[in-house]
T-cell receptor, first 115, second 113 residues
């Protein structure tokens, strides 16, 4: 039974480039979450979806960040243009949400480095 | 404004002894609390949870205690094992706000053999 899948695992890019992070949630889960982890701010929620609909994007730092969930099995987090301060580990998580327990299951993360 | 705080950034304990991790929160609307464990280069994994209607939940070596009046919860690991060395996060949810979790800053635990 596959867990949450994220790609790529590592991304190194230059400032100004577009970055796209990908996530496949656990099958049957209807809630999906994007987090960012940094030393300064810890683990912070960026945005979450219920049934593919964005519910709360108050954590998205600025307009350079956007997230989509075109279907129940795929989501993207895009940064355009990227900046060095975006360097962090980005996690995707999914949960049963209203269908059951609220425990979130995390992917392995994408380590983003912007030079 | 940090609504969930873990004031101890690190903890060192001898194998076989008890590890006690603490977490404080400020929002009385939180109704569900969770603990996660995180190894390097991996995502956090769910460990144990507790509803605000309870004051204790136990699962094997792990017990979570909730003191609502003090807005404090703790995780006890007994006995501690070297494989427990990881970063532990507490998290909290407000049901009315949806399924999102607010995480504490984490406590790094080192269990010495």
């Amino acid at each position: 039974d596959a867990g949450v899948i994220q790609s790529p695992r590592h991304e190194v890019t230059e400032m100004g480039q577009e970055v796209t992070l990908r996530c496949k949630p656990i099958s049957g889960h209807n809630s999906l979450f994007w987090y960012r982890q940094t030393m300064m701010r810890g683990l912070e929620l960026l945005i979450y979806f219920n049934n593919n609909v964005p519910i709360d994007d108050s954590g998205m730092p600025e307009d350079r960040f956007s997230a989509k969930m075109p279907n129940a099995s795929f989501s993207t987090l895009k940064i355009q243009p990227s900046e060095p301060r975006d360097s962090a580990v980005y996690f995707c998580a999914s949960s049963l949400g209203d269908r059951g327990s609220i425990e979130q299951y995390f992917g392995p993360g994408t380590r983003l480095t912007v030079t | 404004d940090q609504q969930v705080k873990q004031n101890s950034p690190s903890l060192s304990v001898q194998e076989g002894r008890i590890s006690i991790l603490n977490c404080d929160y400020t929002n009385s609307m939180f109704d569900y609390f969770l603990w996660y464990k995180k190894y390097p280069a991996e995502g956090p994994t769910f460990l144990i949870s507790i509803s605000s209607i309870k004051d204790k939940n136990e699962d094997g070596r792990f017990t979570v205690f909730l003191n609502k009046s003090a807005k404090h919860l703790s995780l006890h690991i007994v006995p501690s094992q070297p494989g427990d060395s990881a970063v532990y996060f507490c998290a909290a949810r407000i049901k009315a706000a949806g399924n999102k979790l607010t995480f504490g800053g984490g406590t790094r635990v080192l269990v010495k053999p």
